[in-house]
């Protein structure tokens, strides 16, 4: 996935949140597949999980996905629908 940040955003929902959408979506999909880390992160992330920080970065996103749909939704759902965050 392109324009990636090593480390999701924490807190408060961000432009980069609206413009990885997708991602966190398929990496949700890709955990409830029973998919590991690894593959997530060459698959859907398109990073090599032998680099480092590599596994770091796919648990900030995975964390972030998780914090989308669950305490921050209605912050993001606000959020989304301003096309100024």
């Given at each position: 996935?392109?324009?990636?940040?090593?480390l999701a955003p924490q807190n408060h929902v961000t432009d980069y949140d609206?413009?990885?959408l997708a991602l966190y979506a398929a990496l949700l999909d890709a955990e409830?597949?029973?998919?590991?880390?690894?593959?997530?992160?060459?698959?859907?992330?398109?990073?090599?999980?032998?680099?480092?920080?590599?596994?770091?970065?796919?648990?900030?996103?995975?964390?972030?996905?998780?914090?989308?749909?669950?305490?921050?939704?209605?912050?993001?759902?606000?959020?989304?629908?301003?096309?100024?965050?």
């Amino acid at each position: 996935m392109p324009n990636l940040v090593p480390l999701a955003p924490q807190n408060h929902v961000t432009d980069y949140d609206r413009r990885q959408l997708a991602l966190y979506a398929a990496l949700l999909d890709a955990e409830a597949a029973g998919v590991g880390w690894q593959d997530a992160a060459a698959t859907v992330m398109l990073i090599d999980p032998g680099q480092e920080g590599a596994e770091r970065c796919w648990a900030s996103h995975i964390a972030r996905a998780r914090w989308i749909i669950g305490e921050g939704l209605a912050q993001a759902s606000e959020a989304f629908g301003n096309p100024r965050i």
